[in-house]
């Protein structure tokens, strides 16, 4: 029930044992910012997490508005994905429309919220399951990739949708993820005030790494993937860990077994153990 935990694994901590992402309001969510240079890893990194999350959950239960405006290919793994809301892309001419829809999604569920005295999406998703004829949602999950080319080619849909979804989105089940080469780039108050959680992988400036999660490891960070978690909120407070994210871009062929094929643990030193055939 995603109203009770949406814990899906993306990786491992420096302990080797199984990293566990929840986005849900009062885990490690609601909202975040992701971090990290070019070619550290935070696309991919974004993508395990986003295959994870439909892995475990149908989409009755998530669904994602991806936007790829950095060209980075994210939007590739998910074509078919029936999770898929809605998609934009850096290839769009205009994306108005978009961002009215978007606009209009929070319009309609602020309405239904109303309508059946719903406190937040907890408390929605808790009432429909006693009510079969209220309107079923599923969280939203917005997740934009590289959010300061969005911001620079169509700043309405980031005053529209992001700063005015980003403080009403925690309890409407919308959840925003942004990702940047700079996150000190991101200054909207009403966008840097909801930030819950950060993902910071290699970055340049040790001072960025500093400001961001309180220490300036992240500037130091070598492997791709290598991600800093921070998460800030209320139950939860100022948790910190290191994490080596699952990579997830190798082709899915089922059924298809091949005795070149190996499968490796890798542990926070890059250090490889593989597993033996018939494990």
């Known amino acids: 029930r995603p109203e009770k935990s949406l814990a899906v694994p993306i990786g491992v901590d420096k302990y080797g044992k199984t990293f566990l992402f929840d986005v849900l309001f009062g885990k490690d969510g609601v909202h975040g910012l992701i971090g990290g240079t070019t070619g550290s890893g935070k696309s991919e990194t974004l993508q395990t997490w986003i295959l994870s999350m439909a892995m475990h959950f149908s989409p009755q239960d998530v669904s994602f508005v991806i936007v790829d405006f950095k060209g980075s290919g994210l939007l590739s793994p998910f074509e078919r994905l029936p999770h898929l809301a809605g998609t934009i892309s850096n290839l769009d001419k205009d994306i108005k429309r978009n961002a009215d829809s978007l606009r209009h999604e929070i319009e309609r569920r602020e309405s239904l919220f109303k309508k059946y005295d719903a406190h937040n999406f907890v408390d929605y998703r808790q009432k429909e399951r006693k009510n079969p004829e209220m309107e079923h949602l599923a969280l939203l999950v917005v997740a934009i990739d590289e ?15 992001v700063k005015s979804g980003y403080p009403v989105g925690l309890a409407l089940g ?7 080469q700079q996150p000190e780039s991101v200054t909207d108050l009403d966008i840097r005030k909801n930030i819950h959680y950060k993902w910071l992988l290699k970055i340049p400036d040790a001072g960025t790494s500093q400001a961001e999660i309180g220490i300036p490891d992240a500037a130091h960070l070598s492997n791709s993937g290598r991600v800093f978690i921070f998460v800030n909120n209320t139950a939860k407070a100022k948790e910190l860990t290191l994490v080596q994210s699952f990579w997830s871009g190798a082709k899915y062929r089922p059924g298809v077994v091949s005795a070149q094929q190996q499968l490796a643990f890798v542990d926070l030193t890059g250090q490889r153990t593989y597993a033996k055939t018939n494990e």
């Open 147 to 161: 959010f300061a080319e969005l911001k620079k080619a169509f700043p309405y849909f980031s005053d529209v949708v």
């Open 174 to 180: 919308i959840y925003f993820t942004l990702t940047t």
